[in-house]
């Protein structure tokens, strides 16, 4: 019986790291399509639909995709780490693959067939990439390639940052330099005078607390897409102000 018990748990506890360490680079290819927008020096590229701002100072550079509505889940991919190369293309093909962050939104366009322009029309699997790095795995002139991507794990310096915008009662904390799986799904906040509070999330990875937490320490609590998660104890001390910006721990 001990022995029956045993092995129920050791494969429930593999079937759990299968679970938390699904997206992987081991884990298999899937086809899509890549495009390029923003210009040659990924200007067009900063703002965007995961509120990380300018994509430069945030430490994602010109490594970025746009993400089709089968790709973005509304916003709770925004963070996630890709590779991807161009694949059955010889004529404009280049060898070896990128890996990209999810930063923004390629909308549909309904107005065009999905294979003449409509490119990010569900359900296609489309990723907009910066006009940079798409050079690095196919030439300019080609304008759209196919592609097999991968979900690969991020990886970040530092620790995870969260910035507080907003003002009393409407804490916005932008989250960002996610490691591990990249993507946050869940979020909570702590002031040094109260308990745990969950968060909701308003847009991208824009992060919202109602709670009065001036003049308190902030202690954050954050979990990606595979369940892990990393707490923050206090990062942001007792006189933190609206738009400053805190590190805190980090997935590994």
Not at 24 to 53: L, P, Q
Not at 189 to 217: C, D, E, H
Request: charged share 10%; proline share 4%; aromatic share 12%.
């Amino acid at each position: 019986m001990k022995m029956a018990s045993a092995g129920i748990f050791l494969l429930g506890f593999l079937a759990m790291v299968s679970a938390v360490h699904g997206y992987g680079g081991g884990g298999g290819w899937t086809n899509a399509h890549a495009t390029f927008y923003g210009g040659s020096d990924a200007s067009g590229t900063m703002g965007g639909a995961c509120g990380y701002g300018n994509l430069y100072s945030q430490g994602y550079g010109t490594n970025t995709a746009a993400l089709s509505t089968a790709l973005f889940n509304n916003g709770l991919s925004c963070g996630s780490c890709y590779e991807i190369k161009c694949m059955n293309d010889g004529k404009w093909c280049l060898p070896g693959s990128i890996m990209v962050t999810a930063t923004n939104f390629c909308p549909p366009n309904n107005a065009l067939p999905n294979n003449a322009g409509g490119w990010c029309n569900p359900p296609l699997q489309h990723f907009d990439l910066s006009q940079p790095v798409f050079q690095h795995i196919a030439q300019y002139k080609a304008g759209i390639v196919p592609v097999s991507y991968r979900r690969v794990p991020c990886r970040r310096k530092g620790g995870i940052r969260f910035t507080i915008n907003g003002h009393s009662y409407f804490n916005l904390v932008l989250i960002t330099n996610v490691g591990g799986a990249g993507d946050v799904h869940a979020a909570a906040i702590k002031g040094s005078r109260t308990g745990w509070q969950p968060m909701s999330r308003n847009w991208g990875q824009n992060w919202q607390s109602n709670n009065y937490l001036n003049g308190q320490s902030l202690s954050f609590k954050v979990t990606t897409s595979d369940g892990r998660t990393v707490v923050s104890y206090n990062v942001a001390p007792a006189g933190w102000s609206f738009g400053q910006t805190f590190s805190g721990g980090q997935f590994r």
